[in-house]
């Protein structure tokens, strides 16, 4: 995994990409936080490159103590391109949706749980991950579009990742960042995986950003 | 006068950015610190005039560090620069007795109104 640091983005760039990170995320939480009233506690991103076969590994061991886990996936492209994986705790979307409806606009009648949970947690999703990827496309002079969400809910964990699409011998940049909301039982993770496809773009956005700090 | 300025991010190259667009003119002593325990710390010793301030850190985050530093000295210039842009988050750390906030991406403007506003509050002091 060290080998294809070094062989992929430099010390600096990885700092450069963890602070866009955390600037994006910031930017994100808050425009969720307009939707549900409550506070998005963040935590520092994290950047990690590896071998897209370590990927499925690299993501359950972090959701492990979750057990079932419910996703939200979308994929971009741009010059930036990848996957965006949200997951959340089990009980999440129940939870979600009690914070987005007040009780009288809850109709359970017309609206099975199942598929309120899985239309809240594309919405919350689409909030979170759509601000999170404009605007590291905004600070990388980038443009991205996205396809619709899509949401697996209340999966076991361990059967939910799988990289069968993905070219085995590709290379994996993978943003993580993990949160928790200070009220309701919600917490999550985000993963953004770009392929070393975006490499050479990615380098010269990110020398490009900093150029403006020299 | 602002002459001593620590800046308390866990990201080197958010306090290399933030160094950048300060004025170069000014002869700013600058100090660094990469989590609020260590800000704090580094509060103590170096009794800053100003001291920049990320809210999402390891170890101690600026929230606590704020907390702290205002305990010891409560007319600390904390100023938060923060990518956790949530009304909630920017209230909170004013009521801990920050200064004002910055958000990041940092503009040079914002940058430079902000430490005008601290130099004339210094001033003030003085």
């Not at chain 1, 808050?30 to 370590?54: G, H, K, R």
């Not at chain 1, 017309?110 to 590291?136: F, H, Q, W, Y």
């Not at chain 1, 985000?190 to 020299?214: C, D, G, M, P």
Request: aromatic share 8%.
């Amino acid at each position: 995994m060290a080998l294809q640091k070094e062989m992929t983005l430099t010390k600096e760039e990885i700092e450069t990409l963890q602070e866009i990170m955390n600037i994006a995320f910031g930017q994100s939480a808050s425009d969720l936080a307009v939707v549900i009233d409550t506070q998005v506690v963040l935590s520092v991103p994290f950047i990690e490159i590896m071998n897209i076969t370590e990927l499925p590994g690299y993501i359950k061991s972090h959701v492990k103590d979750y057990k079932y886990i419910n996703i939200v996936e979308q994929k971009f492209w741009g010059r930036f391109k990848g996957d965006a994986l949200l997951i959340f705790s089990s009980g999440s979307g129940k939870e979600l949706i009690s914070m987005l409806q007040s009780e009288e606009s809850l109709n359970l009648e017309s609206d099975p749980i199942d598929v309120l949970e899985r239309e809240t947690l594309m919405e919350v999703g689409n909030i979170l991950i759509g601000a999170c990827i404009g605007k590291i496309a905004e600070l990388l002079q980038d443009i991205v579009t996205y396809t619709p969400p899509m949401a697996v809910v209340e999966t076991y964990y361990y059967d939910a990742i799988s990289v069968s699409h993905y070219d085995p011998r590709s290379t994996a940049i993978v943003l993580k960042t993990d949160f928790r909301f200070d009220e309701g039982n919600v917490s999550g993770f985000l993963f953004l995986v770009t392929s070393h496809e975006s490499i050479n773009w990615l380098k010269e956005a990110l020398r490009l950003f900093l150029e403006q700090y020299e | 006068m602002v002459k001593k300025i620590l800046i308390v991010d866990d990201s080197p190259i958010a306090r290399k950015m933030l160094k950048s667009i300060l004025p170069k003119d000014q002869g700013y002593e600058f100090y660094e610190a990469e989590n609020g325990k260590d800000g704090l710390e580094k509060y103590k010793d170096l009794k800053p005039d100003v001291t920049f301030m990320d809210l999402t850190m390891p170890v101690m985050t600026g929230f606590e560090a704020i907390e702290e530093i205002i305990k010891y000295d409560k007319n600390a210039l904390i100023i938060v620069v923060t990518a956790d842009v949530q009304m909630k988050a920017l209230k909170a750390a004013l009521d801990l007795g920050a200064y004002m906030v910055l958000k990041k991406p940092l503009k040079r403007e914002d940058l430079h109104a902000a430490l005008m506003k601290a130099q004339d509050s210094l001033q003030r002091v003085e």
